[in-house]
């Protein structure tokens, strides 16, 4: 996998119906999202939930391959949990090698699993994808406020959140570009054995912690030269406010909530 491959952290510009939502109800959704498809037990919850999911990508006019760029760093990961759930779940053996075994709850397990995942993931960059960090962070920062009274840091979180996810794509490039230079020099990161593989990325790990402190300090500066001190007397340029379409989405999700704990409820 390519490292340009990676979205984590983009924002791509639209006009859709969901681009259009304040932030504030679109990190409301993701949260609630998270819960309702972690309250999922059966099939009937996980392909409504699904589905609900597919109807607003569709609607976010994001490219679906985006999507699917944006799962593979996390597919090492999805396997691995399958074949834990998919080998060591008990129940009715339907094929067995020596202390391998594949059962029928193991199957549902490991497919609800990584289903789970999945939509975890999708969620959260329908998220990123179609808010901009500035616009992210405002909202965070309002949704956080009321910590504010108990000397909770709101707004210096909520940058440090906001400037993490702008430069994610920044450092992706960076590491693409050392990686690029490094093996036109020579180097090989494809052989050896794995600790091998290991000592062959500190020509990767140390030019890109230098650029990264050179990056933080350049940025760090130029908030200087802008007179930046934080929150203590600063103002915003876009004013959020709540409209109709923000209200019916979190309907929406509330509904979706409401509609799983009945299924699971009842068990159906």
């Not at 569709?58 to 990961?77: D, H, L, Y």
């Not at 834990?84 to 059962?103: A, E, M, P, Q, R």
């Not at 940025?219 to 915003?236: I, K």
């Not at 379409?245 to 009842?266: G, N, Q, S, Y």
Request: aromatic share 10%.
């Amino acid at each position: 996998m390519a490292l340009k491959d990676i979205t984590l952290g983009q924002f791509f510009p639209g006009h859709s119906f969901i681009h259009k939502l304040d932030p504030r109800s679109k990190i409301i959704f993701t949260v609630l999202f998270i819960v309702v498809i972690f309250l999922c037990k059966d099939l009937v919850s996980y392909g409504l939930v699904l589905a609900s999911l597919l109807v607003l990508v569709a609607i976010s006019k994001v490219e679906p391959k985006v999507f699917v760029k944006g799962m593979k760093p996390v597919v090492f990961i999805v396997v691995c949990t399958a074949i834990l759930n998919l080998f060591y779940t008990d129940g009715n053996v339907l094929w067995s090698l020596g202390f391998l075994k594949i059962t029928e709850e193991g199957l549902w397990k490991a497919f609800f699993m990584v289903l789970r995942i999945l939509m975890l993931i999708c969620s959260t960059l329908l998220l990123t994808y179609t808010t901009s960090p500035i616009l992210l962070t405002d909202g965070l920062e309002r949704l956080l406020r009321p910590l504010k009274k108990v000397g909770f840091p709101v707004h210096e979180l909520s940058m440090m959140m906001s400037i993490a996810l702008r430069f994610i794509p920044t450092l992706i490039q960076e590491t693409d570009k050392i990686i690029n230079a490094q093996k036109a020099r020579g180097a090989d990161f494809d052989s050896g054995n794995l600790m091998q593989k290991a000592k062959a990325l500190i020509p990767i790990l140390i030019p890109l912690f230098i650029s990264s402190f050179r990056r933080a300090e350049e940025l760090a500066v130029a908030m200087e030269c802008r007179c930046y001190h934080g929150d203590e007397g600063r103002t915003s340029l876009r004013q959020l406010s709540l409209h109709g379409r923000d209200w019916a989405f979190m309907i929406f999700i509330v509904l979706l909530l409401a509609a799983v704990c009945v299924l699971r409820r009842f068990g159906l």
